[in-house]
């Protein structure tokens, strides 16, 4: 899979997260083949094509936060689509114990 494009291999990735589940910017980069590439997949999700319907919104940070800042749209957004997929979001966080997707 080395010569898949990045991004691609994160795309793919994001694509069979299930619903009403989280995982960490490093564990997408590590299930993408790309270990150590956390930051390539926070650049990557914000420059998803327009019009993309991956689950962007399903990657959080390794401390169980939302990265995005909990004011602007983007970050509101996400918050709201995890609670409509049951998920239950205190704050700018998500119980990784609990609803961390472990494949």
Avoid: F
């Amino acid at each position: 899979m080395s010569d898949i494009d990045p991004d691609l291999r994160i795309y793919a990735v994001l694509a069979i997260i299930p619903s009403g589940v989280v995982v960490t910017y490093g564990q997408v980069a590590e299930l993408a083949g790309l270990p150590q590439a956390a930051r390539l997949v926070g650049r990557t999700l914000r420059h998803l094509p327009e019009g993309s319907t991956l689950p962007w919104h399903r990657v959080i940070n390794a401390a169980g936060k939302i990265s995005l800042p909990p004011d602007s749209d983007s970050g509101k957004r996400q918050v709201a689509c995890l609670q409509e997929e049951g998920l239950v979001v205190q704050g700018n966080r998500i119980s990784l114990a609990k609803y961390q997707w472990r494949p």
